[in-house]
């Protein structure tokens, strides 16, 4: 088996463990930056673009989203969670800030 084969096994165990959650949205929202984790520490060995990781990350959660048997689940997987990838990568890589004492102080 290559190195890149073998690195993707254990990647996909990784997201499976990553996955054991309660199906629910706020659960997959705290496993969703875990996820990019896995997938990051991974591509080490795979190099793959930040468009197959985002392609492979998104695969995996609409077949998990799909085996919940709950819609709202799979309208968030579709719709909430390209975006919500898109701006932590923003804020990763320090091109977006968000001001959390402002925006605390606007919500009390």
Request: glycine residues 2%; charged residues 30%.
């Amino acid at each position: 088996m290559s190195k890149k084969s073998n690195e993707l096994l254990t990647l996909n165990r990784q997201v499976e463990q990553l996955l054991k959650i309660e199906p629910s949205i706020d659960s997959l929202m705290v496993r969703i930056p875990m996820l990019m984790g896995a997938i990051e520490r991974s591509n080490r060995i795979l190099n793959w673009s930040g468009k197959e990781k985002k392609t492979h990350l998104m695969d995996v959660l609409i077949k998990w989203s799909q085996s919940r048997d709950n819609e709202e689940i799979q309208y968030f997987v579709k719709n909430v969670v390209p975006p919500l990838i898109d701006t932590l990568i923003l804020v990763d890589r320090k091109e977006l800030s968000i001001k959390i004492k402002k925006c605390i102080s606007r919500c009390w």
